[in-house]
């Protein structure tokens, strides 16, 4: 299940955040911003990443991360498809 939803910049600053199940503190952002400024290209990032207690799932489209946090063990793939689902929308509004 997931817990918070953040949306980052091209430069790892948090755009909106959505919390459901608790507040998740920010620093996980930035322990993801930390994964991602060790590859080249931010492409390479990895989608699922275990950090301390909590899974970082996220989505790279154009410059923007669309960033889900868990703290238990969930269904990527279902965690995946709403971070993709919630980017539609977004485009659509646009």
Known sequence: MIESFFILTSSGEVLIEKHWRGVTSRSVCDAFWEEVTKHESREE????????????????????????????ETAP???????HRVYGIFEECV
């Open 77 to 83: 793939l279902g965690s995946l498809e709403f971070l």
């Open 45 to 72: 990032t990895n989608p699922i990443i275990h950090h301390g207690q909590h899974y970082l799932l996220s989505i790279l489209r154009g410059s923007i991360f669309f960033l889900a946090t868990t703290s238990v």
